[in-house]
């Protein structure tokens, strides 16, 4: 029972430990500047230690200490994780990014700066700008914030493609999922697998009258004639875009951004800014995020300097009223009893996605339909989390940045509360738990294999841990 035990603990262990990865940058210190500082007689002064250090890669002693607190506020301080676990569990990912440098994996520049990109916005969504994550973490500056992003984000997608080589061929069959499922039923250790929901919505999306496009259109043609004319794009920019970042120091100050092919920019704006020759402005065009032209300012190989003015059509409140009203009649109708929720979805939702499924929305990192209620995203919960199966949220406004902007009723369709493992309704999440736990037992045993031809040193003060692996070759 106890390596049972183990075994569910090491698999949640290790998903904590990746989840934390790309929030572990954010120490605002490089590891060379941790090894070592200079005090005011230029004298050496240790300020942090190496741990371990495994082919070019190294370990600090803070880094333990970093992972463990981080792990311990995600995870509620529930798992019981010694400083060698953590340890060891780093020192795999070091060994899996050493060697996807010696086995000649390729990641792209492009694809690591789309990461930073994505992670940036991210961060920057959460604190409410770039700035606020400069200053909080403690970076330099945007460019320093970028570096490191950049530095541990290239690791993570070698690592993630050297684990995905190493595993590519691992599969389960039914009888071992089934096998899986009894052991862990023998030795009463069945995971319990939190409350989950299914939701259905339909959607009204909010779109300006043509008034208000023909409005909109006018005036960017009109910024356009100004611009050729021998106006400042950049003044125009700042004047009249409503692009929050048009004010700031960082990319999108005064509307100017550097692009490639590979940038995280919406197909729109990428599409039209790749037309242009240097110093062409665009045509106004329109994306999720309303009306925009385009002045290429300089083609730098596969990089484009190019600024920017968008400009929003207004939603009146009129409108918006209207609706949301509209919305109000059709969820009487279905409470009514005088149309299901499903021909309501067919007759009047404007989203094209989950119109075709009657309604039903699908949870975007499983793709199925089912959302674990608590990883689900804060907004969503708190509109549906005290709603019964069969009930409906009132209609609410909802935006997707760079999309759409729409009201919204939700049903909840089914819900299944928090349980104990079963084999017939949890087989799909059973068979995910084999898989992984077999990948993990390859993973381990590709890692005992490599480790007696990698270059590994341990601290002193690490030779007492008790590892799973022969780390330190006796």
Request: with cysteine.
């Amino acid at each position: 029972m106890q390596e049972k035990n183990n075994n569910l603990k090491h698999i949640k262990m290790k998903q904590h430990i990746i989840l934390v990865l790309l929030l572990f940058i954010f120490t605002g210190i490089n590891a060379q500047d941790s090894i070592s500082s200079t005090n005011s007689n230029s004298e050496r002064i240790k300020v942090d230690g190496v741990a371990v250090v495994i082919g070019k890669n190294i370990v600090l002693d803070s880094d333990i200490d970093k992972f463990k607190k981080e792990l311990k506020q995600r995870i509620e301080g529930k798992l019981d994780i010694t400083d060698c676990e953590i340890l060891e569990e780093i020192m795999v990912q070091k060994l899996l990014a050493h060697h996807a440098v010696i086995d000649s994996i390729e990641v792209s520049e492009a694809e690591v700066n789309s990461e930073v990109e994505r992670n940036i916005a991210y961060f920057g969504q959460q604190l409410g700008s770039i700035e606020a994550v400069v200053e909080y973490y403690g970076f330099t500056d945007e460019e320093d914030l970028r570096k490191e992003l950049y530095t541990i984000q290239n690791e993570q997608l070698l690592i993630q493609r050297e684990k995905a080589s190493i595993t590519e061929k691992i599969d389960v069959t039914p009888e071992e999922v089934r096998t899986y499922f009894k052991n862990l039923e023998k030795d009463d250790n069945l995971p319990e697998f939190s409350a989950e929901i299914e939701l259905a919505q339909i959607v009204k999306i909010l779109k300006p009258t043509e008034e208000e496009t023909n409005r909109v259109f006018e005036k960017l043609n009109s910024i356009k004639k100004d611009i050729e004319e021998g106006y400042s794009f950049r003044l125009k920019a700042l004047i009249n875009s409503d692009d929050p970042a048009v004010s700031g120091n960082g990319p999108g100050g005064g509307g100017k951004y550097t692009i490639t092919r590979e940038s995280n920019f919406i197909k729109e704006f990428k599409e039209v800014a790749f037309s242009l020759d240097e110093g062409e402005i665009s045509e106004p065009f329109e994306s999720g995020f309303g009306f925009h032209i385009i002045q290429v300012e300089k083609i730098k190989g596969q990089e484009r300097d190019v600024r920017h003015i968008l400009v929003q059509p207004v939603i009146t409140q009129a409108e918006l009223d209207a609706s949301k009203e509209e919305l109000v009649k059709i969820r009487e109708q279905i409470l009514n009893g005088e149309i299901t929720f499903e021909e309501a979805v067919s007759k009047y939702s404007d989203d094209d996605v989950t119109k075709n499924n009657q309604g039903l929305i699908l949870n975007p990192q499983t793709n199925d339909t089912r959302f674990d209620l608590t990883r689900m995203d804060p907004n969503l919960y708190n509109k549906v989390s005290s709603l019964k199966a069969g009930e409906i949220t009132t209609p609410f406004y909802d935006e997707v940045r760079g999309e759409s902007k729409m009201h919204k009723i939700i049903l909840l369709k089914s819900k299944n509360e928090t349980h104990t493992a079963n084999f017939i309704d949890d087989y799909e999440k059973i068979q995910q738990l084999t898989l992984q736990k077999k990948q993990e037992e390859t993973i381990d045993k590709w890692a005992k294999d490599k480790i007696e031809d990698t270059y590994i040193k341990i601290n002193e003060d690490f030779k007492k841990c008790e590892f799973s692996k022969n780390w330190k070759k006796q």
